[in-house]
């Protein structure tokens, strides 16, 4: 049961550019969805969360949006850089238990 | 703060054997996830426990996987008997009481292989 899904396996952007990915959900259930990132041999590191209630949060070059009635959300990073470079995991959860994540999003930021 | 520890950071086993996964939470963190990530998908949940108590399992965790957190504080992920079908990396994480929309704080994990 894939509750949270991420269409794209892998994503390319020049330097300097916008990175946006995505994901889809299906739960309406979900009161909190995050990123992560995550790079070779280490767990995957929290990046950025949005509540239920809001549609967008911003952190420095980070933006994730929510759109609720399409139950989908999308990370924007920008400008993109080289050490963004990882795979991106959307994840959502209840009560902040049994997180539920999408299968990732390589993303490669090129020079 | 040193982060979430897990031990050991490989493990490669024989089918049939039993292995065991240690996790050290952040030591103010009183909830503690198990997850598992095989290749090309992302972490899928195992197991949680607030403090002592293993609130919740997944359908995932078999009869041949048990967890325990005695006291609360570091937890253990066996598996026995082993198949090949078990190898995967093991992610543990942890996180505080109300900690919604901090994300989970994950370790590096453990790499089963079997054989």
């Known amino acids: 049961d894939q509750q949270v899904k991420q269409n794209s396996p892998s994503l390319s952007v020049q330097e300097g550019r916008i990175s946006i990915l995505n994901c889809d959900y299906t739960?309406?259930?979900?009161?909190?969805f995050l990123w992560y990132k995550k790079y070779p041999a280490e767990g995957p590191t929290f990046l950025i969360s949005?509540?239920?209630?809001?549609d967008k949060n911003e952190d420095g070059r980070f933006t994730v949006f929510l759109n609720k009635s399409a139950k989908h959300l999308s990370l924007h990073i920008v400008p993109s850089q080289p050490g963004d470079s990882a795979v991106y995991f959307c994840?959502?959860?209840?009560?902040?238990?049994?997180?539920?994540f999408g299968a990732g999003t390589r993303l490669t930021v090129k020079p | 703060d040193t982060g979430v520890s897990q031990d050991p950071r490989h493990k490669i086993t024989k089918r049939g054997q039993n292995v065991t996964f240690r996790c050290d939470p952040i030591?103010?963190?009183?909830?503690l996830y198990w997850y598992r990530q095989t290749l090309g998908q992302g972490p899928e949940f195992l197991t949680y426990?607030?403090?002592?108590?293993?609130?919740?399992k997944s359908r995932l965790l078999s009869d041949r996987f048990s967890a325990e957190r005695p006291k609360g504080s570091f937890s253990t992920l066996e598996i026995q008997r082993t198949e090949q079908g078990d190898s995967a990396m093991y992610l543990c994480?942890?996180?505080?009481?109300?900690?919604?929309?901090?994300?989970?704080?994950f370790g590096s994990g453990t790499r089963l292989t079997v054989v």
């Open positions: 994480a942890s996180s505080r009481t109300g900690g919604a929309g901090y994300g989970y704080t």
């Open positions: 949005i509540s239920s209630i809001k």
């Open positions: 739960n309406s259930m979900f009161d909190y």
């Open positions: 426990f607030q403090n002592e108590a293993q609130l919740e």
């Open positions: 994840a959502a959860t209840i009560n902040n238990n049994d997180m539920r």
């Open positions: 030591s103010e963190h009183n909830h």
